[in-house]
């Protein structure tokens, strides 16, 4: 199965007021500047998680705005809270097997600037044999508005062959498909 290419966000956002608390944890792991993961239920059986975000000095380039680093530390936030879910990185690598990031394509549609409040949704967009794809929307809170939307291909890599696994069940299920 592809993943949604769709540039309109699957899982809108209320526009909401700027000022959420800086509160930065992941299960019990802090991820500077960022909001607590929430776990949300995404349509069916599909779940993903949620985060509040808020764009900082370092975040910004010459150009007054956001620079792409920024968006892609944001999407590897949503992505440890998403692999959590499943199964705590550490965990993984106690095991034998840790996640990779195979490709990243982000697409910009509007530019964030210095303060602006975002909410960032990550969830499982396709399954493969041996990928899966993830989808991350940011939304500015204050207009609803979708800044950005990125498509990234992951699979699990057995670290002892160095090759990708079968996707386990475990994401198989936050994608909503049985067994």
């Given at each position: 199965m592809k993943p949604e290419n769709s540039i309109e966000t699957q899982?809108?956002?209320?526009?909401?007021?700027?000022?959420?608390?800086?509160?930065?944890?992941?299960?019990?792991?802090?991820?500077?500047?960022?909001?607590?993961?929430?776990?949300?239920?995404?349509?069916?059986?599909?779940?993903?998680?949620?985060?509040?975000?808020?764009?900082?000095?370092?975040?910004?380039d010459f150009a007054q705005h956001m620079n792409n680093i920024g968006y892609l530390r944001w999407c590897e936030d949503l992505r440890l809270a998403l692999l959590d879910?499943?199964?705590?990185l550490d965990e993984s690598?106690?095991?034998?097997?840790?996640?990779?990031?195979?490709?990243?394509?982000?697409?910009?549609?509007?530019?964030?600037v210095l303060f602006d409040m975002v909410v960032g949704t990550q969830y499982i967009s396709a399954i493969e044999e041996r990928f899966f794809h993830t989808t991350t929307e940011l939304?500015?809170?204050?207009?609803?508005?979708?800044?950005?939307v990125s498509v990234q291909k992951l699979c699990i890599v057995d670290m002892e062959t160095g090759r990708a696994i079968e996707v386990p069940q475990g994401y198989k299920d936050l994608y909503g498909m049985e067994q």
């Open positions: 899982y809108p956002v209320e526009a909401s007021q700027p000022g959420r608390p800086a509160g930065s944890t992941n299960g019990n792991r802090p991820i500077p500047g960022a909001g607590t993961a929430e776990h949300v239920t995404l349509g069916g059986a599909r779940q993903g998680v949620r985060m509040h975000f808020r764009a900082q000095s370092y975040d910004i879910m499943v199964l705590p690598l106690r095991q034998g097997i840790c996640p990779v990031v195979a490709e990243t394509n982000i697409r910009y549609r509007r530019p964030v939304v500015r809170e204050s207009d609803g508005e979708l800044v950005a």
